[in-house]
């Protein structure tokens, strides 16, 4: 089972901000925040990642309460090409191990012009 | 460009079948992984594998086995494909224990009439 929650949709204008909001309360201490992302007919990609500190990327930036028990990912200028399916994953970034990342439903975000 | 190829993007097979889902990657990644994605249920772990020879089990295996001979080839096997076996299958690959950097293929949309 996932061990996230998220909204299942979210609307946002173009241009704006979108901020996609993630439930994690079980989160382990080991354990990453991650985000991917897929657009329509494609694969998921990888998007950013963080453990406890703010993380920005040129694709976005991912805010992490201290307590670690949620996180939202920023968009900073929305566009059309941003409309996606948004999955909020924790998993171990294990180097000795591997654990498969467990995807939920995600949010589906819409970006209207 | 890196890159994971899928052989198909479309496929119909009939009831009873065996299907061969081809997955290769270019980036000499050890881990990869079978997906399945079908409406309202998100993406499912079929099997994955993080080096040549070595295969484990997903949280849906049922009715699927995996191949993989070459590193950078992983092949999903439906031994006797079902009707509910119609679904869009997703391969991914990433290094060894890094879960941040999946790459995904476009995925195969399978059609078992």
């Known amino acids: 089972d996932a061990k996230t929650t998220q909204p299942p949709s979210m609307d946002c204008a173009e241009g704006r901000a979108a901020n996609l909001p993630c439930n994690h309360s079980?989160?382990?201490?080991?354990?990453?925040v991650y985000w991917y992302r897929q657009i329509h007919s494609q694969g998921p990609q990888y998007i950013i990642h963080?453990?406890?500190n703010n993380e920005t990327n040129e694709m976005a930036s991912l805010i992490i309460t201290e307590d670690r028990k949620s996180s939202t990912l920023i968009l900073p200028h929305a566009t059309l090409r941003d409309t996606a399916v948004y999955y909020c994953?924790?998993?171990?970034?294990?180097?000795?191990?591997?654990?498969?990342?467990?995807f939920g439903k995600g949010t589906r975000l819409s970006v209207i012009a | 460009d890196v890159k994971v190829t899928q052989s198909s993007r479309y496929l119909v097979k009939r009831t009873g079948e065996k299907v061969f889902l081809e997955c290769v990657q270019d980036?000499?990644?050890?881990?990869m992984f079978w997906y399945r994605q079908d409406p309202g249920l998100g993406l499912r772990l079929i099997y994955f594998?993080?080096?040549?020879?070595?295969?484990e089990k997903g949280d849906i295996p049922e009715g699927y086995s995996v191949s993989r001979e070459k590193k950078e080839r992983f092949s999903l096997i439906l031994e006797s494909a079902s009707t509910n076996q119609t679904s869009m299958y997703l391969c991914?690959?990433?290094?060894?224990?890094?879960?941040?950097?999946?790459?995904f293929g476009s995925g195969t949309r399978l059609t078992v009439v």
């Open positions: 980036m000499d990644h050890e881990n």
């Open positions: 079980t989160i382990s201490g080991n354990e990453y």
């Open positions: 963080g453990l406890k």
């Open positions: 594998s993080y080096d040549v020879k070595m295969k």
């Open positions: 994953i924790v998993s171990p970034e294990s180097y000795s191990g591997n654990t498969p990342l467990v």
């Open positions: 991914a690959s990433s290094l060894l224990g890094r879960t941040y950097g999946y790459t």
